[in-house]
């Protein structure tokens, strides 16, 4: 039996890696965190009964407690709950779907308790990968993609330990604005973002997907997952999204994986690797996709990628404020307080005025976050 723990337990990698787990009776869950949703947390308890919940809303939090007063389930909160569920003693894989930079310490933490880790929060590695890789090295803990796209690169790099990489080939939709120009951009309603024509994801990383600023993150992902230079990540516009990704060897060979828009797929294959497993679902049927189409990214009217590369070479703290930026502009987006093209101009102009850092350490990182959204508030609202 294998135990695991998943961090966003109520989101979209959280509610379908629990659909991996029905499907697979020698998986148990020992403790689920989410962020303020009592009643679908209180489901999950009730179906999967773990060791322990946490919300990071402590009011919240209050309201399970007593939902769940007739079970022995711990009922915890705040980022010490998230810890706590983070380091659950019987866990061998931790599940990190929490979106956003509360996500590097439990992460952390989870490393140093010797825990495997499914890797779904990219936030982590983008701002903290100097910390995590090298952590996870030394604890002998492995680092499994969850992303469709870094599944996808790990799939194709199996048993070509040795072999040289030329280039990783990050494949992108292109979002539900690929064509649109800088002008079409700007009449762009919330609820004409939140339409990705392939995909079933949350708010945040629907917006970013959008934008490509999702792209920018996981080419900076990619950098310490596989330990190449931003500009060995070369994106590739593939609208059907059938190829997740791509990688070619310095023979000119390319390898690539390909598959239907299943999040489960790389769910379960970080769970059981290096087992595949018999899954449900759709499967690809060739006669009638028919053909496969390939772009350029456009980086003239989606500027948010251009400058992923940039804080990707710039280093230090440059991607946490990236990171940062993006993080605020969407949530003031989603709450009526911005117009979508300030999304990338609020990106562009904290980078402008930052003076990088090198190798920062983890409370470096979080007072640059925190001194980011400081500025933007006090500019912005």
């Not at 539900?176 to 973002?193: H, M, N, W, Y």
């Not at 449900?280 to 590369?309: C, H, I, K, T, V």
């Not at 102009?349 to 850092?357: C, L, V, W």
Request: hydrophobic residues 45%.
């Amino acid at each position: 039996m294998k135990q695991i723990s998943i961090l966003g337990s109520t989101g979209s990698i959280g509610t379908q890696t629990l659909e991996v787990v029905r499907e697979n009776p020698d998986l148990s869950v020992t403790a689920l965190a989410a962020g303020r949703n009592a009643e679908l947390l209180e489901a999950q308890a009730r179906e999967f009964r773990p060791r322990l919940v946490s919300l990071q809303d402590e009011r919240a939090a209050g309201e399970l407690k007593i939902r769940l007063a007739d079970t022995d389930i711990r009922v915890l909160s705040g980022m010490d709950g998230l810890l706590a569920a983070a380091t659950e003693q019987e866990a061998q894989v931790v599940v990190t779907a929490v979106v956003g930079m509360i996500g590097i310490r439990p992460t952390i933490a989870a490393i140093e308790a010797g825990k495997d880790i499914a890797l779904a929060n990219k936030e982590t590695l983008v701002t903290a990968g100097h910390l995590i890789m090298p952590l996870a090295k030394e604890k002998g803990v492995r680092i499994l993609p969850v992303d469709s796209e870094h599944s996808a690169i790990f799939q194709c790099l199996n048993g070509e330990r040795g072999n040289r990489l030329a280039k990783i080939l990050l494949t992108a939709s292109g979002g539900p604005f690929r064509g649109k120009s800088k002008a079409e951009l700007k009449t762009v309603r919330l609820e004409d973002a939140l339409k990705h024509p392939n995909w079933s994801m949350g708010h945040k990383i629907t917006i970013d997907s959008s934008t490509l600023v999702n792209k920018g993150l996981e080419v900076m992902e990619a950098k310490w997952l596989f330990g190449v230079g931003v500009d060995d990540v070369q994106v590739v516009v593939q609208p059907q999204s059938i190829i997740h990704s791509m990688v070619q060897f310095e023979d000119g060979a390319v390898m690539a994986q390909l598959g239907v828009p299943d999040m489960k797929l790389p769910i379960e294959y970080a769970l059981f690797y290096p087992e595949r497993r018999q899954m449900s679902g759709e499967r690809l049927d060739f006669w009638s996709l028919g053909s496969l189409d390939f772009e350029a990214p456009d980086f003239e009217n989606f500027p948010g990628l251009a400058m992923a590369y940039a804080a990707g070479r710039t280093g230090g703290t440059m991607p946490t404020v990236f990171n940062a930026a993006n993080e605020w502009a969407v949530a003031a987006f989603l709450g009526g307080k911005i117009a979508y093209p300030d999304i990338t101009a609020i990106i562009g102009e904290s980078m402008a005025r930052h003076i990088t850092k090198q190798n920062p350490d983890l409370e470096e990182i979080l007072l640059t976050e925190t001194e980011v959204y400081r500025s933007l508030h006090s500019e912005w609202v």
